[in-house]
């Protein structure tokens, strides 16, 4: 501050003709003592021990530079800025101080925490650090810091496993209490937002019994306490510091110190007596010399002669030259290129205030200016302890932190960072590790948000991020794969001609027609014998007809299905069975009048001659196709995809449209095999080598019982397999039918013709 002051007294732009005065106390960061000194000041009262010999006894006091603690900031403000007087504190950083309401006269020229403890959970969380401890100074500093810190780590989803706070003159057990939390402790991180003075104290306890390696992230307090480095424990520590500066000069005018300057100060004779280890006194103690005026401070190798780390020093200086710009604007003008300036001008306090906050100027390449609540704009250096070839821990930049940068540009890292045991690796420092894609998190039950168990996703649903907090459904027709972190298409699935199922079915389908056609064909060769005459040869061959369309359908119900597949399936099998029905139910119609015929007096035969019979399977074979035209028209059968039976894979297969009419379809057609069933058991008994009476009986039982089995098969299965059982039921029962009714028949023709006679036919024994 003096060596400001001198240099702006010896300008020739700043302040021309005007000198600045000034009075320095010590606050001894205590608060009593901080108010004593306000009060004091206030008072005009001359307490100074170093007073320039220019500075006229009528000087005003416009300002105040300090203090460097936060919390006798707070105190010295509440006092002085009643009466509107600036405070100028280089180093006290709370942000409580931020608020004009409480604090209207209040200025920094150093970031206040609220930057600060947004960029240390940006560090934190830079790094991929989410479980951390944390401790500070119980004092308005740490309270406030580490308030703030926690509300920005909150905000970027970290946690905190403690929050411990003690200040260096607590009792040892408290101090002994936060080591023994930090020993056993989980979290390998630790945010210390702290003074000097009471991380010293806590280290000092830590070394008696070091705990397993942490990694320390420092606030800009402590960060760059060289004496904090001796604990080699702390080495790899990062934090943000203030900005190393640059002030020409300063380094000279420390050096320009004499014996006789320092005896004149008692702040400057305790250092230089601790310097040199000599007393400036006349009585010497009996462990020190004299000192004899040989000391040269250009070989003192000392904190006060390195200007190589200047940071809190160089806003000391731009806080001095802060207030002297405001006065300069406040008291001078420019005219004709010269500056004239009033000296015995009466400032007013208010104007003053007004002017101060308005300042905007560059010292030495170095920004100084004040916002709306009296805050300078952020600038923090990212510092790294790391250890020389020497072994000695040194103060390393390694990046930085500007607050003046767009969001997500502010935090820069520049070089490699040396971690905590001298690693190179980012340590790790989770309370659960991350939940891989394909699960999903789980918060454990009474612990903070970072604490989760990774639980699979359940069936049908996916996660494809890591960390994720939910799982999420997949598309109605696609599925998980087996690790459950992407969905795929569901297989689609229909009985296809590539199986071995439907080939079997296909095979069996076309074997049962061409064995109607070649029983057909027996029949026609053999048409004229007395075997195939005898059992209505006109009916037979349309029975074999309607068989051979009965056994070609099935094939319509292999393949993936279309609009015109669906309702050819459908109704091709309802009207090819009604048909194949109609011709079994005319044949046993045929037998009852035959054998009513042969009875004295009878002559029921003329009234279901041929023509009646072909009347008959046409008008029962016409009401089938009048039911499945009104099913197409009304309610078709038609292609979906059945997303319901299986969860993993699409079932491609035929709606029924109407499932009424689907219904009267199956019913008519057991309707009149129950009725054909019904005449043949009445007719099973009738004297006559060719009756067909018994074999139609055993060819309906089988007909029935196959399409009575078939309806709880056909609910019950699931898939491509309803199609499956639907083929087997019509194969199944168009087998029972020809074989039934026509494998005798052909047997005998084919293999015992001395019984297909007239003679054999006529034989009544």
Known sequence: M????????????????????????????????????????????????????????????MAVVGDSGSTTSISISRIIGSFNIPLVSYFATCSCLSDKQQFPTFFRTIPSDQFQADALAKLVKHFGWTWIGAVHSDTDYGNYGMAS????????????????????????????????????????????????????????????????PRQWIGSEDWITDPQLMAYSFCAGAIGFAIQQSVIP????????????????????????????????AERVESDKRVC???????????????????????????????????????????????????KDVSINYKQFLSVMKKINISKNGYPVSFDANGDPVAFYELVNWQKSESGVIELVTVGYYDASLPKGQEFQIKRKITWMDGGTQVPVSVCSESCPPGTHKVLQKGKPICCYDCIPCPEGEISNTTDSPDCFPCPSESWPNAQRDA??????????????????????????ACLAIITAAIFFHHRTTPIVRANNSELSFLLLFSLTLCFLCSLTFIGAPSDWSCMLRHTAFGITFVLCISCVLGKTVVVLMAFKATLPGSNAMKWFGPPQQRMTVVFVTFIQVLIC?????????????????????????????????????????????????????????????????????????????????????????????????????????????????????????????????????????
């Open 2 to 61: 003096i060596f400001a002051i001198e240099e702006i007294n010896n300008s020739t732009e700043l302040l021309p003709g005007i000198k600045l005065g000034y009075q320095i106390y010590d606050s001894c960061a205590s608060v009593l003592m901080a108010s004593h000194i306000s009060f004091q000041m206030l008072n005009g009262q001359d307490a100074a021990f170093y007073k320039s010999r220019n500075c006229s006894q009528s000087g005003e006091m």
């Open 149 to 212: 810190f926690l509300a920005a780590a909150q905000r970027e989803g970290i946690c905190v496993e403690y929050s411990e706070s003690f200040y260096r003159t607590d009792p040892h057990r408290k101090i002994q209490r936060v080591a023994d939390v930090i020993r056993r402790s989980t979290a390998r991180i630790i945010v210390a937002f702290m003074e000097s003075g009471d991380l010293t104290v806590l280290l000092e306890e830590l070394a008696q019994e070091p705990p397993q």
């Open 249 to 280: 000069g300063l380094r000279e005018f420390l050096l320009d110190l004499s014996p006789s300057e320092a005896a004149a100060s008692s702040v400057f004779t305790e250092f230089w007596e601790d310097a040199f280890n000599c007393s400036l």
């Open 292 to 342: 004899d005026g040989t000391e040269d401070m250009e070989t003192l190798n000392s904190p006060y002669t390195d200007t190589s780390q200047i940071r809190i020093t160089n806003m000391v200086y731009k806080a001095v030259y802060a207030i002297a710009h405001a006065i300069h604007n406040a008291v001078c003008q420019e005219t004709n290129f010269t500056t004239q300036c009033e």
């Open 487 to 512: 969905c795929f298409p569901k297989p689609v699935e229909f009985l296809s001609y590539d199986e071995v199922l439907a080939i079997i079915l296909a095979a069996f389908s076309v074997s049962g």
């Open 629 to 765: 035209t009104v099913w197409l028209l009304l309610s078709p059968p038609f292609p979906m995809k059945n997303l319901s039976t299986y969860k993993e894979k699409i079932i491609l297969e035929c709606a029924l449209g109407s499932a009424v009419g689907f219904w009267a379809v199956l019913g008519y057609i057991g309707l009149l095999a129950v009725f054909c069933f019904v005449l043949a058991v009445l007719a099973r008994k009738l004297p006559d080598n060719f009756n067909e009476a018994k074999l139609i009986t055993f060819s309906m039982l089988i007909f029935c019982a196959v399409w009575l089995t078939f309806i709880p098969a056909y609910v019950s299965s699931p898939g491509k397999f309803t199609v499956a059982v639907e083929i087997f039921a019509i194969l199944a029962s168009s087998f029972g039918l020809i074989l039934c009714i026509f494998a005798p028949k052909c047997f005998i023709i084919l293999f015992q013709p001395e019984k297909n006679s007239k003679k054999y036919l006529m034989n009544k024994n």
